[in-house]
């Protein structure tokens, strides 16, 4: 379940970069869309660290 857990959380990190880049160039509805989806995949991370079925 850890190495799920890592998975999830690096999935969420770069999803958080990608947020980034593309709030820096103006893409605002993207980066949202991004920031979210990092959200949801940090939760599931978290979850699976602590044995939880997402």
């Not at 820096?24 to 079925?53: D, I």
Request: aromatic share 12%; net charge neutral; hydrophobic share 35%.
């Amino acid at each position: 379940m850890r190495d799920e857990a890592n998975r999830w959380f690096e999935e969420a990190r770069k999803d958080i970069e990608t947020a980034d880049i593309l709030y820096k160039n103006g893409r605002y509805n993207a980066s949202c869309f991004y920031a979210h989806q990092s959200a949801e995949k940090a939760v599931k991370a978290l979850l699976y660290k602590v044995n939880e079925a997402p």
